[in-house]
Nanobody, 133 residues
Framework: QLQLMESGGGLAQPGGSLTLSCAASGFTVDDYVIAWFRQAPGKEREGVSCIRTSDGGTYYANAVKGRFTTSGDKAKNTVLLQMNSLKPGDTAAYYC??????????????????????????WGQGTQVTVSS
């Protein structure tokens, strides 16, 4: 059975770091792209990052570019999201999601390249990240 499970969320201070993990089971990540989304109370779900683990190709939202890094570990069938220089605005529930594709589902919207959550096929349960002093 295809499943995704996030872990690694918690409380961090502004400027601190957290690393989230998305463990995949029931499929091989090489055949899929895996994305991270987040949703804060009162806000719309937004795409954070996406990775094509077969060759390491990545996408990052402008809000996190330069601070977050996503990577894949093929041996462990896992995708990581390393979050550095955390800000209070990063506080949200973070979800990983996957699609059987060799391309991240991006679209040009609002003058930016954004991930389309409607294209994702499977979702994890989410993990909470809170950034506060």
């Amino acid at each position: 059975q295809l499943q995704l499970m996030e872990s690694g969320g918690g409380l961090a201070q502004p400027g601190g770091s957290l690393t989230l993990s998305c463990a995949a089971s029931g499929f091989t990540v090489d055949d899929y792209v895996i994305a991270w989304f987040r949703q804060a109370p009162g806000k719309e779900r937004e795409g954070v990052s996406c990775i094509r683990t077969s060759d390491g190709g990545t996408y990052y939202a402008n809000a996190v570019k330069g601070r977050f890094t996503t990577s894949g570990d093929k041996a462990k069938n896992t995708v990581l999201l390393q979050m550095n220089s955390l800000k209070p605005g990063d506080t949200a529930a973070y979800y990983c999601a996957t699609l059987r594709s060799d391309q991240c589902p991006t679209t040009f919207k609002g003058g930016m390249i954004q991930l389309n959550p409607d294209e994702m096929e499977y979702w994890g349960q989410g993990t909470q990240v809170t950034v506060s002093s």
